[in-house]
């Protein structure tokens, strides 16, 4: 038990800054390729940045390479995900490659090898005080979660297995999830959920089983 506590106070942070700057040195150059390739395939910009609640909730900048356009209809509305989500977005998807940007994020900070993944901004409010434990460590580039079903998980199960994640840190538990993870994205597992391109809103599941959200967003 001591052994653990060690790990997820010091010795995790460590090891994930260490990981991170191995990793961005040695896959820069794959790195470099996907930017070039991005910016043709995504018309633009092949970074895509977004604000995520990270460790008591604090927020910072997410970036991942784009897997979808910025393709609008008349109305000036985004289209579907899954009609902006096009074959090299798919591919990336399908490879994990657009998790790679996130090394920086480890490397700063925000986040950690292994952890709850860093969902949107606005389901906060929609947490119940157990799931909101899912903020008490640094997101992961990858979780329990994701290395068990990934987006075919539902809501409901995704919160039990990251709380219960935060409660249980080791590290041969992060070492299991890490390589079931990369089982996961050799076979293709869990991409899209049954119904999405990506995975169903959090906010419009929450209204479907009369859930109301807090009145506070974040943690002070």
Not at 3 to 18: C, E, P, Q, S
Not at 53 to 65: A, S
Not at 97 to 112: C, H, Q, S, Y
Not at 194 to 206: G, H
């Amino acid at each position: 038990m001591c052994t653990n506590k060690m790990y997820a106070t010091f010795l995790k942070r460590g090891i994930d800054f260490v990981l991170s700057l191995l990793a961005l040195v040695v896959l820069s150059p794959l790195m470099i390729v996907l930017m070039i390739v991005g910016a043709v395939k995504m018309k633009g910009n092949p970074f895509f940045t977004q604000a995520r609640p990270g460790k008591d909730e604090r927020i910072f900048r997410l970036v991942k390479f784009r897997t979808m356009t910025n393709e609008k209809g008349p109305d000036g509305e985004l289209l579907p995900d899954e009609v902006r989500l096009n074959g090299y977005g798919k591919f990336l998807r399908a490879t994990s490659l657009d998790e790679l940007p996130e090394l920086v994020n480890i490397l700063k900070g925000d986040m950690a090898l292994v952890g709850p993944r860093p969902l949107l901004v606005k389901y906060l409010p929609w947490y119940t005080e157990e799931q909101r434990h899912r903020h008490d460590v640094r997101p992961g580039l990858t979780g329990y979660a994701q290395a068990h079903g990934r987006n075919t998980v539902n809501w409901d199960d995704k919160f039990r297995m990251d709380v219960e994640y935060v409660k249980h840190i080791t590290f041969t538990g992060d070492l299991k999830i890490i390589l079931a993870t990369i089982q996961s994205v050799i076979k293709h597992e869990g991409i899209s959920s049954e119904t999405s391109a990506t995975m169903e809103d959090f906010t419009d599941y929450c209204k479907s089983i009369g859930r109301k959200p807090r009145e506070e967003g974040t943690r002070q």
